[in-house]
């Protein structure tokens, strides 16, 4: 239910991509929690702000090689001005299969290519061992969503599932303000 208002929202926004954007999204922290030694050899994750923009810096390497990763994430938002909390969405994704076959999912192709164009590597299942995967200098583009996003703070958490085991849990949380286009 609350993934096709997503992806309604994606089909919409879809055709107004070259509207102007009159906000921003920020991140303001990313903790990392749950990681099981077992898995990782090292897991992390920075935020840093630069001209106005938020980046994100990331890298993990895995024990071994992995074959089954799924994906339980989370989007909690609070509109400005409301105390209320509303859960945008509740997931779990296989990401191997998304992985693989992200232009068959026009939900996830914009953010799997953003992923793409600041990976050191190809992000793709299986995951081999000793390997450092990472991402750098990774920021969301505002034209990547609807014209008409409502202001607010966010908080998502995304767990990762290896072998049916929680193996990280990334919590990040951020904000949507007013801010105008780049010239
Ligand atoms: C950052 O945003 C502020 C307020 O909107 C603005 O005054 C400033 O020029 C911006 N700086 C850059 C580097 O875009
Ligand atoms: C991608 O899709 C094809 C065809 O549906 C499927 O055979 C393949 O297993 C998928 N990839 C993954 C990693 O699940
Ligand atoms: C990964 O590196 C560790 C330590 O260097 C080594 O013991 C292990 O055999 C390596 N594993 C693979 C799959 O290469
Ligand atoms: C990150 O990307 C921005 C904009 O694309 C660029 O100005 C900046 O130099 C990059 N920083 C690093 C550390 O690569
Ligand atoms: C991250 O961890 C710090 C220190 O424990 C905590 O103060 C902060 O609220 C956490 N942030 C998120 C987004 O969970």
Aim: charge should be positive; charged fraction near 25%; include cysteine.
């Amino acid at each position: 239910m609350k993934l096709w208002f997503w992806i309604c929202c994606f089909l919409i926004f879809k055709s107004m991509r070259t509207e102007e954007r009159n906000f921003r999204l920020f991140i303001d922290q990313v903790n990392i929690t749950h990681v099981d030694p077992e898995v990782y050899e090292s897991f992390d994750c920075k935020v840093f702000q630069f001209n106005n923009r938020s980046y994100l810096d990331s890298s993990h390497t895995f024990k071994y090689t992995v074959t089954n990763l799924k994906v339980h994430a989370v989007l909690d938002f609070w509109k400005l001005k409301s105390r209320q909390k509303m859960t945008l969405f509740d997931v779990q994704l296989d990401a191997c299969y998304l992985l693989d076959n992200a232009s068959k999912n026009k939900l996830f192709n914009i953010y799997i290519k953003n992923l793409r164009k600041h990976a050191n590597t190809k992000f793709k299942c299986p995951f081999q061992a000793n390997i450092s995967y990472e991402v750098q200098n990774m920021t969301m583009n505002e034209q990547d969503f609807p014209s008409f996003v409502p202001l607010g703070k966010f908080r998502s958490v995304i767990e990762y599932i290896i072998d049916q085991k929680l193996a990280a849990r990334v919590i990040a949380s951020g904000k949507i303000v007013s801010h105008p286009p780049d010239p």
